[in-house]
């Protein structure tokens, strides 16, 4: 079982970029987050997927983000038009269910300059 | 809001001693679920409780929903327990609520 996997690990962007984050959750789990760390806010819940399909996502910024669970396997997290305020670590957790144990990947550590 | 308040924000130790990281919570919370960030930044499950305590290895911890406060219990500290460690609470529905962190740190 090699865990919830995030790719890329670390990502750079322009002003003004858009960037993808790839999330692949632990096979057979159902339930999907996405979190975000700042050294201001510490841990956001940014939004939930539950058998793909969105159920939360009332921590994403309303401008700018979107998320998306196309299959599965895996999860994406769009930032388009990026801000030196988005920099952060972008962490993925899924378990199997909604209200069970999450299991983190290493993150994606954002630096938008 | 949810808050959960982690204390303290860091903790020093020597190897061999130990002592207890502490989350309180402002209302009922479903569980809690405690993690150690490890040196490559990931998030590594040390527990998840719902009621009562677990243990495992030198480690304890306690959850107590409706006094509204979590422990985690180091004994024996050893130098590869420094790390940041984070408690994060269940709000009863499947958000989950960070504390800031403790930062420990062991020496010789």
């Known amino acids: 079982n090699a865990g919830v996997i995030q790719t890329p690990r670390h990502k750079v962007t322009g002003k003004g970029q858009e960037a993808t984050l790839w999330c692949e959750p632990i096979?057979?789990?159902?339930?999907v987050f996405w979190y975000r760390q700042t050294i201001v806010q510490g841990l956001e819940f940014l939004t939930y997927?539950?058998?793909?399909?969105?159920?939360?996502d009332s921590g994403m910024p309303k401008e700018r983000f979107s998320a998306q669970m196309p299959n599965q396997s895996h999860s994406t997290l769009k930032i388009q038009s990026t801000q030196p305020q988005d920099s952060a670590v972008y962490l993925c957790?899924?378990?199997?269910?909604?209200?069970?144990?999450?299991?983190f990947g290493p993150g994606t550590r954002l630096l938008v300059l | 809001g949810d808050q959960v308040e982690q204390s303290p924000s860091a903790l020093s130790l020597h190897e061999g001693t130990g002592s207890a990281l502490r989350c309180n919570f402002t209302t009922t919370m479903r569980a809690v679920q405690w993690f150690r960030k490890n040196s490559r930044g990931s998030l590594i499950n040390l527990f998840y409780l719902a009621s009562g305590t677990k243990e495992n290895g030198r480690l304890k911890s306690a959850f107590d929903s409706k006094e509204r406060y979590s422990t985690l219990h180091i004994r024996d500290a050893q130098l590869e327990d420094s790390g940041t460690y984070f408690c994060?609470?269940?709000?009863?529905?499947?958000?989950?609520?960070f504390g800031s962190g403790t930062r420990l740190l062991v020496s010789p």
């Open positions: 997927f539950r058998n793909q399909a969105p159920i939360d």
């Open positions: 957790a899924s378990s199997t269910g909604g209200q069970d144990t999450q299991y």
């Open positions: 096979s057979g789990h159902s339930a």
């Open positions: 994060a609470a269940e709000t009863g529905g499947y958000k989950v609520v």
